[in-house]
């Protein structure tokens, strides 16, 4: 088992930046790909970034590219989303998420489902 928790969420203006750290404990971090999700009010969850076991490996989903960062610090087991030039857009909750995935394609890395674990969420609101 890894139990994950999320941190740093908050209000923020749009144009801001807030810094999202994960948290994990349990099994070890570093045989895990990590990934951010976010779930807006009446949507479903979507990817936002991924990061592989190393660190060397990320993907980023098209809306956050070049705005967002993940990395991730295997000595601390936390991993961090990076947000700069925040929008209202990006207000949602969320999520990271830890991943024993059989690869780290982007087809694997990017969907929901290969994500063994779960924290529970942390919100970001983002006002015009």
């Known amino acids: 088992q890894v139990q994950l928790v999320e941190s740093g969420g908050g209000l923020v203006q749009a144009g801001g930046s807030l810094r999202l750290s994960c948290a994990a404990s349990?099994?070890?971090?570093?045989?895990?790909?990590m990934g951010w999700f976010r779930q807006a009010p009446g949507k479903e969850r979507e990817f936002v970034a991924a990061?592989?076991?190393?660190?060397?490996?990320?993907y980023y989903a098209d809306s956050v590219k070049g705005r967002f960062t993940i990395s991730r610090d295997n000595a601390k087991n936390t991993v961090y989303l990076q947000m700069n030039s925040l929008k209202p857009e990006d207000t949602a909750v969320y999520y990271c998420?830890?991943?024993?995935?059989?690869?780290?394609?982007?087809?694997?890395?990017?969907?929901?489902?290969?994500?063994?674990?779960w924290g529970p969420g942390t919100q970001v609101t983002v006002s015009s």
């Open positions: 998420a830890a991943g024993n995935l059989p690869s780290f394609r982007v087809s694997i890395a990017t969907a929901h489902e290969p994500y063994d674990y």
């Open positions: 349990g099994r070890t971090f570093s045989n895990y790909a």
């Open positions: 990061i592989s076991l190393s660190g060397s490996w990320t």
